[in-house]
């Protein structure tokens, strides 16, 4: 069964960083892609980030490349997300994710299969 916990949620202050983290079990981590979504209120959730299963292939949404790094430790069965310059706008619950099948090459949103219960992130002065 495969598990997904999110943690390094929290509130910061704008300009400001916080790096999240994410722990898989439960099958073998360093064979699939993992991402991070997340979802503010009232609207529908964005695909922020991915990585493949060999780190060879990333995806960025256009509103956090270059503030924003994705990197995964397979012998610790972890992916990280990195958030600098944090704006307001960043402000949702965040939600570590993995793929179904092993081996994807080219990581898009429509791969994630498994989801973490989340991690709020509040960007406010």
């Known amino acids: 069964q495969v598990q997904l916990v999110e943690s390094g949620g929290g509130l910061v202050l704008p300009g400001g960083s916080l790096r999240l983290s994410c722990a898989a079990s439960?099958?073998?981590?360093?064979?699939?892609?993992m991402g991070w979504f997340r979802q503010a209120p009232g609207k529908e959730r964005e695909f922020v980030t991915g990585i493949n299963w060999n780190g060879s292939n990333t995806y960025y949404a256009d509103s956090v490349k270059g503030r924003f790094t994705i990197s995964r430790d397979n012998a610790k069965n972890t992916v990280s997300l990195q958030m600098n310059s944090l704006k307001p706008e960043d402000t949702a619950v965040y939600y570590c994710a993995t793929d179904r099948f092993p081996h994807t090459v080219v990581v898009r949103s429509a791969i994630f299969h498994y989801w973490g219960q989340g991690t709020q992130v509040t960007v406010s002065s």
């Open positions: 439960g099958r073998t981590f360093s064979s699939y892609a």
